[in-house]
């Protein structure tokens, strides 16, 4: 018997724990690491947890064996595990903050209470005072401090209150408790005499109830990080109950089961005791997450009223009458759990009054946007559907809800959709991406999926489900397209242009590599130049229109034909080079014709021209280099050029003369500076509203003895690819900013302009050799333009932007040459610090015919005016040209019109002779350096 009072207030230990921790599941508060148990720890924890278990089993087989001759022993064995959980926490809560620790502090001193009185209990007995009231004193004791322990865990004040609810909870166990102690030890307060009878029939069975309830109010309060150790210690509080219950039931259970009872729910006690401070990971400074509902706390305290109701009837049934005390708490159980149950009630219509709120919030929010929003389930099926969806998708929510989307789709997008649906990183088509739609009616609509938020609830019909955002974008499609086929297309002729035949390249050289061979034809017109300066341009411009639908009708269906510019052509031929041989040897039959030009009154009068092809063959290869391929084929059309022309051959048979060629530049580019074969020569920049020659862009030229003058486009990129090009233009620098300070010193106010190498930037040096160069001729850095072409902005890296960005900080005018030839990118154009567009000489020619190269003329214009940006048209040849260019108020334009590049000897008396009538499109009569010119071959 005497150990039942002894483990009555080992239950009041164990009520304190309420401490932290953070379920697995709950990821937004995840466990604190610093706070986790140290290995030693656990090893220690596991140690007591297995001589506690040896204790509890030892004892309960010396109990039955022995009887009452093992009280003795077994009194030991408890104090014994009680001081030793004592010391177990007391140790692990040193890994802890004070503030954390202080709870796991005061259990430690409970423990020790609860081993003095277990102690005083056995010696008492020894001496023959089964009912010593001195071991009360300590268990007594222990109570307070096991509540104060259990509040100390409660979250502090700034962080959440306890609710009405919650109280609720704890009020409903502790009455309940409360109620069946009654209840079942009745008969065992009407026997007990003193203070000791009294303590083990009610005190503790109530102190185990109170305990009861603070714990389950704890585990409602605990953040969700502290949830774990908040369960422990509410286990460990129903184990201190069923201590107290355990003793009060001496009588009617017997000694022997009652001390068994005692023991296994005592060692219980213990055990999660110190598996909660194991798993507390502290204090958090700014509190973890709170639980949502307090379901856990609805759930106990009901199950707690209904379980006591239960027993409540089974003892109304057996004719027990109820006493005073039994019926008030018959009627606050009652009270409380109806109160709780109306609570929840109205929180329920609450929850599903802002339910509905926020559903139509949301659906009048999904309604108002753009955009068709539909949720998926994990197979594909449309659950939800919000929008116009009849204007925009031609379907009504009615009818796409319940259907899969992939029904919907082209079938050659399926692909697309299973790729967002199971959400493979992996996937070849990252959103936002464009699928094709049919409607009731049949039609395919483009529409663009975006969005891919996650949604639903697992084990749901939604399940996992995903959140897409559609949107109709097939007019945005069809102008794309058109504006792509502008783009790719040769407004002369109808043949796609250089930029679609390049891309058209490139993807032949990807399919070269998996083995699929292909050639290139370059056809260049025999003959052209005389038909363009004796006929003029629109005898030229109908030649081209002929030849263009000569080589469509002469190449194959796989075969494609395009205009590169002037009279040459290209076509990119699927097969080997026997294939591509025999169509350019039938091409060349077709075009060697005779071509008369057409007269004012297409009277059949008009000059005969003989006209023929050459075409330069090469095979693509699969390294991908496109510009090899290019000049190959062009190595190839210069042999055919060479060999008579009106004749076909291929790069085999130029290129021993073209690695000649190149090989012999290459050895003598070092020392043409050297020997003075470079020169710079400068055709001028007139300003329509200035009227006058406003610039000049230095052109650097090889005087070689042996081979005469070397184009540019040869010997520059030998100058890059051999290192040169650096010492090259920094001679070009110097060289040009010194003869503009001594135009500037005779009171002409030019600006100097000169072509930058890519190469000379990622170099690092541009901006010291510009500088160097500027104050070495005392220019202003305001006079110098540095002109840098299209390949800059496949480069532009942070190093560049950031060295460009020096050159215009100091002063220098920075210009994009070549404007639309190759790789225009407005993304990267709105991040490089380029001031002046230079529009490459293709888009200026035939703009005074053609009205889709106006078109987009004048859209280059424009651009360069909203971004702040001045525009220069090269290439201007007319006076037709200069009128639309005006028109279009281009300020800036060079060309032929207004003189070719010159000696700097001869720039004075351009200067000085500059006729500004030019700018106006009427007859000017023009210096002898200042002439037309037409394009030829």
Not at 546 to 573: K, N, P, T, Y
Request: proline share 5%; hydrophobic share 50%.
């Amino acid at each position: 018997m005497e150990l039942h009072e002894r483990w009555s207030h080992g239950g009041a230990l164990e009520g304190p724990p309420g401490l932290p921790f953070a379920p697995p599941p709950r990821a937004a508060a995840p466990a604190v690491p610093a706070a986790a148990a140290p290995a030693r720890e656990l090893r220690e924890s596991l140690i007591f947890l297995a001589v506690l278990a040896a204790l509890t089993l030892g004892g309960v087989v010396l109990r039955a064996a022995l009887g009452a001759t093992a009280e003795p022993v077994l009194t030991l064995g408890l104090a014994v595990s009680a001081a030793a959980a004592g010391v177990v926490v007391h140790r692990h809560s040193s890994r802890l903050d004070r503030r954390s620790g202080r709870p796991w502090r005061l259990l430690a001193v409970v423990g020790g209470l609860l081993a003095a009185g277990r102690l005083i209990d056995g010696l008492g007995a020894a001496v023959g005072d089964a009912q010593s009231a001195a071991a009360h004193v300590p268990q007594v004791l222990a109570v307070p401090l096991a509540l104060a322990a259990c509040l100390l865990l409660l979250p502090s004040r700034d962080g959440r209150r306890a609710g009405v609810r919650e109280l609720l909870d704890s009020a409903i166990v502790v009455v309940a408790v409360a109620l069946l102690a009654g209840l079942v030890l009745c008969e065992a307060v009407v026997g007990s005499r003193g203070l000791s009878g009294f303590l083990l029939a009610m005190g503790y069975p109530l102190a185990g109830a109170l305990l009861c309830g603070i714990a389950l109010m704890v585990v409602s309060r605990a953040a969700a990080n502290r949830r774990r150790p908040a369960v422990w210690v509410l286990v460990a509080m129903v184990g201190a109950s069923v201590v107290a219950v355990a003793g009060a039931l001496a009588p009617v259970l017997g000694d022997t089961s009652a001390d068994l009872l005692t023991g296994v729910a005592g060692a219980v006690m213990l055990a999660a005791v110190v598996r909660a401070v194991d798993t507390d990971p502290g204090h958090r400074p700014h509190g973890g997450t709170p639980a949502g509902l307090p379901m856990f706390g609805l759930v106990v305290s009901h199950v707690a009223a209904y379980g006591v109701a239960g027993v409540v009837v089974a003892v109304l049934s057996t004719g027990h009458a109820f006493c005073t005390f039994e019926r008030i708490a018959i009627a606050m159980l009652v009270l409380c759990t109806s109160l709780r149950s109306l609570l929840w009630v109205l929180d329920g219509g609450r929850l599903t009054r802002r339910l509905q709120e926020t559903e139509a919030y949301f659906r009048a929010l999904a309604a108002s946007a753009e955009d068709v929003t539909v949720v998926l389930d994990a197979g594909g099926t449309l659950r939800w559907v919000s929008g116009a969806t009849r204007s925009r998708l031609g379907w009504t929510d009615r009818e796409l809800t319940g259907r899969r989307l992939t029904d919907l789709l082209d079938p050659a997008d399926h692909g697309v959709l299973t790729g967002v649906v199971t959400g493979s990183r992996r996937s070849a088509h990252p959103l936002p991406t464009t699928v094709r739609l049919r409607t009731r009616t049949g039609d395919l609509r483009y529409v663009e999926l975006a969005g891919s938020a996650r949604a639903g609830l697992p084990d749901s019909a939604l399940g996992d489900g995903l959140v897409l955002h559609l949107r109709d974008v097939t007019e945005r499609h069809v102008a794309q397209r058109e504006l792509e086929r502008l783009a790719y297309t040769d407004y002369l002729t109808g043949l796609p242009n250089r930029a679609r035949f390049v891309a058209a390249l490139e993807e032949a050289g990807a399919r070269a590599a998996d083995g699929e061979r292909s050639c290139v034809l370059l056809v260049d017109l025999d003959g052209f130049k005389a038909v363009n300066d004796v006929a003029g341009h629109d005898a030229g411009d109908q030649l081209l229109a002929q030849v263009a639908d000569q080589l469509r009708a002469g190449a194959r269906e796989q075969d494609l034909v395009a205009r590169l510019g002037g009279d040459e052509f290209a076509l990119l031929v699927p097969g080997g080079p026997d294939e591509a041989t025999g169509l350019a040897e039938r091409l060349v039959v077709a075009l060697d014709r005779s071509f008369r030009a057409p007269t004012l009154g297409d009277d059949g009068g008009g000059p005969l021209f003989a006209v023929s092809g050459s075409i330069g063959l090469a095979e693509v290869g699969g390294s991908g280099d496109v510009p090899a391929v290019v000049r190959q084929a062009d190595l190839a059309l210069r042999a055919a050029k060479a060999a008579g022309k009106r004749c076909v051959r291929s790069s085999g048979e130029a290129i021993d003369a073209a690695i000649g060629r190149r090989t012999r530049l290459a050895r003598d580019l070092p020392t043409a500076l050297e020997q003075g074969q470079l020169r710079v020569l400068y055709q001028p920049v007139v300003g329509v509203h200035d009227r006058r020659v406003l610039g000049l862009e230095a052109l650097v030229r090889w005087e070689h003895p042996l081979l005469g003058t070397v184009s540019p486009d040869e010997f520059i990129h030998l100058a890059e690819e051999d290192g040169l090009i650096v010492p090259l233009q920094r001679w070009v620098l110097e060289v040009a900013t010194r003869q503009a300070a001594v135009l500037m010193a005779d009171g002409w106010d030019v600006q100097m302009g000169v072509n930058v190498s890519v190469r000379h930037l990622q170099a690092g040096c541009l901006a010291p050799d510009v500088a160097a160069a500027l104050a070495a001729a005392h220019l202003p850095p305001g006079k110098l333009m540095l002109e840098l072409t299209e390949s800059v902005l496949l480069d532009a890296e942070g190093g560049l932007v950031s060295d460009l960005e020096t050159l215009r900080g100091m002063g220098v005018v920075l210009s994009l040459d070549d404007f639309g030839r190759g790789w225009s990118s407005l993304a990267y154009l709105a991040r490089l610090p380029v001031q002046v567009l230079k529009m490459d000489r293709e888009f200026v020619a035939g703009i005074e015919t053609g009205p889709r190269g106006r078109a987009l003329v004048a859209s280059v214009v424009e651009l360069g005016r909203t971004l702040g940006m001045d525009v220069v048209a090269e290439g201007v040849e007319t006076e037709e040209q200069v009128a639309e260019l005006r028109a279009m108020d281009c300020r800036y334009l060079q060309g032929y019109l207004f003189g070719r590049p010159m000696p700097f000897a001869d720039l004075r008396a351009l200067l000085d002779t500059f006729d500004p009538t030019v700018l106006d499109g009427g007859a000017a009569d023009l210096d002898s350096g200042v002439h037309m010119v037409r394009p030829g071959s």
